[in-house]
Nanobody, 121 residues
Framework: QVQLVESGGGLVQPGGSLGLSCAAS????????MGWFRQAPGKEREFVAA????????RYADSVKGRFTISRDNAKNTVHLQMNSLKPEDTAVYYC??????????????WGQGTQVTVSS
């Protein structure tokens, strides 16, 4: 069993900042990577950012490069997404995604429940 608890999100004006966090818990043996996706109304879910647990390397969608920063807390199996200079087009439900190995089930990908981010004046 894996539990993913997302926090953060909310309503912010254009140009503002928000932070998201996702904490993974359960019978975790190894964490390989954690990241974020988002889905706007009427659109497909898209990749936002990810971070490797092995070497902390990061990847970002072109649309968020230079504005969003992903970071991790190894001890707490937590990933953070700091979002700056937010734009209305960043409005979406943001989903945490983790690539981990757990007891019995082995390695797999898991999704959080999603948290709403709304950028509007």
């Amino acid at each position: 069993q894996v539990q993913l608890v997302e926090s953060g999100g909310g309503l912010v004006q254009p140009g503002g900042s928000l932070g998201l966090s996702c904490a993974a818990s359960g019978n975790i043996i190894s964490v390989y990577a954690m990241g974020w996706f988002r889905q706007a109304p009427g659109k497909e879910r898209e990749f936002v950012a990810a971070i490797s647990w092995r070497d902390s390397s990061t990847r970002y969608a072109d649309s968020v490069k230079g504005r969003f920063t992903i970071s991790r807390d190894n001890a707490k199996n937590t990933v953070h997404l700091q979002m700056n200079s937010l734009k209305p087009e960043d409005t979406a439900v943001y989903y945490c995604n983790v690539d981990i190995a757990i007891e019995v089930a082995g390695r797999s990908s898991y999704w959080g429940q999603g948290t709403q981010v709304t950028v509007s004046s």
